[in-house]
């Protein structure tokens, strides 16, 4: 498995991130990994491995230190994201929606181009949300999704009306990835006035209790990936929220994509983790650490645990492996030393782009 | 991302493709990030070409599918939110 050094500049990373980093990695290789199989079978939502982060203080990662949180950058929270994918993609891709509703209210609240009464109004709703994240352990989440129609485009089809003491909600969200197991969800919606088109820049920001009445968590789940993200249908019958539980004063929320656009990007690093896990993967697999309790009987069996055995060409197993068990890297690389790929130690991508092993060493591998 | 997956199943061969393995898993999971709204591959390819193409005030002139990169939020102040900001 790839260690942070291995694709990230470390000077250029704060000690305290490069810690929480390298504790991703044990969590990960310890837990999440060993229960990814398990909550992708099931399509069940990692809700161990929540409990693991929150015990880590993880869920407060982008919160800001004044309320308790780690403050960390945008950047930084990115690469715990990416590393948590390395073991499991559901887990980092559903942190990143509780995280990223942290991270909006953090960031959007700094934007340049908020009034003073704006800001002034703003500031009492997300410390009101931060610190009832940090007492409670509170898992946010942020469906946004409707089905079918893209949110930047048009207004949000749920919709709130103004009612004594706060809101009353009304819509539907499709793929509400933690439908279920998070604690608050964020709910973007268009505020509509009588007699008036609903318009873009009337959407609106509230934050529901996963037990408000109304609110309900209907449909299957049952999809080709990302299975423990468990991203079901919410639909909100006259949801009542209170003025306090609006996350984002009037008007505001327009103002926060054209500033920052980038803000959706916390989805990427996600993905990111899940290549590299694939490359980490490979190169383990090709250098014969994958233990054979893992593959197939089939592997398991054939006659090739010696070191001198030939690998069969056009074989499903891998030429590399020969389906023995795990063996340690150096003891391998002594055995081997007519196999090329198997001397490097290519376990980044900066070392892949340079001479990834199926590309440098294709003869060798075939020979091996 | 994709492609990174599925080269990394085309490398380990067959026996990658095995539940037993998480390559698999992998594989299917990396699918999931082209589709997700509001940077679905596409609409990221339409601003692309759209604002290779135009000047951000003359993308609501341009020929294509509006609901791409011609209409949303994120063009701000030169977009439909022109007039509350």
Same mark, same amino acid.
């Given at each position: ?89 559901? #887990?980092?891709? #559903? ?107 009337? #959407? ?165 | =991302?994709?492609?990174?997956?599925? /080269? ?8 990658? /493709? ?7 898993? =992998? ?8 589709? =997700? ?23 609501? +002139? ?8 011609? +209409? ?14």
């Amino acid at each position: 498995m790839s260690t942070i050094a291995d694709y990230y500049d470390l000077s250029r990373i704060r000690p305290e991130v490069q810690d929480v980093l390298a504790r991703i990695n044990v969590l990960g290789a310890e837990k999440f990994a060993p229960r990814a199989k398990a909550i992708d079978d099931e399509a069940s939502f990692p809700v161990e491995n929540y409990r693991d982060l929150a015990a880590e203080g993880f869920l407060g990662l982008t919160i800001p230190e004044e309320f308790g949180g780690w403050g960390f950058s945008l950047g930084e929270y990115a690469m715990v994201g990416a590393e948590i994918a390395k073991y499991c993609g559901a #887990t980092a891709l #559903t942190f990143n929606m509780h995280n990223s509703s942290m991270a909006w209210s953090r960031f959007m609240f700094d934007m340049p181009n908020l009034t003073p009464e704006e800001k002034a109004a703003f500031a009492p709703l997300r410390e009101r949300q931060f610190r009832r994240a940090i007492a409670e352990r509170a898992i946010y989440s942020q469906p946004i999704s409707e089905g079918g129609q893209n949110w930047t485009s048009k207004p949000n089809q749920t919709q709130c009306r103004k009612v004594d003491g706060g809101w009353k909600i009304n819509g539907f969200k499709k793929f509400a990835s933690l439908a279920g197991y998070c604690d608050y969800y964020t709910i973007v919606c268009t505020e509509v006035f009588e007699g008036q088109e609903p318009r873009h820049e009337d #959407t609106m920001l509230f934050v529901v209790h996963k037990d408000n009445p109304g609110l309900t968590v209907k449909g299957d789940w049952d999809p080709l990936g990302m299975r423990g993200t468990n991203s079901r249908d919410l639909i909100l019958k006259d949801v009542f929220v209170a003025e306090e539980d609006l996350l984002m004063p009037r008007g505001i929320f327009g103002k926060t994509l054209p500033n920052f656009p980038h803000m959706m990007a916390t989805l990427s690093p996600t993905y990111m983790g899940v290549a590299q896990g694939a490359f980490d993967f490979t190169v383990d697999y090709l250098k014969g650490r994958i233990p054979a309790s893992r593959r197939s009987t089939a592997a398991c069996m054939r006659p090739s645990a010696s070191p001198s055995a030939k690998c069969t060409p056009g074989s499903p197993i891998s030429a590399h492996s020969g389906g023995r068990p795990s063996v340690r890297p150096r003891a391998c690389r002594r055995r081997r030393r007519s196999c090329a790929c198997m001397r490097r130690s290519t376990t980044s991508w900066k070392a892949c782009s340079k001479s990834p092993p199926w590309r440098s060493a294709p003869v060798a591998a075939s020979r091996c | =991302m994709l492609e990174i997956t599925s /080269m990394a199943i085309r490398t380990c061969g067959g026996q990658s /493709m095995l539940k037993s393995l998480p390559l698999e898993r =992998m594989f299917r999971d990396s699918r999931c990030g082209a589709l =997700m709204l509001p940077y679905t591959s596409e609409i990221m390819e339409d601003y692309l070409s759209v604002l290779s193409l135009y000047d951000m005030d003359e993308i609501d +002139n341009a020929p294509g599918d509006e609901g791409g990169a011609r +209409n949303s939020l994120w063009r701000g102040a030169s977009g439909q939110l022109r007039s509350v900001r």
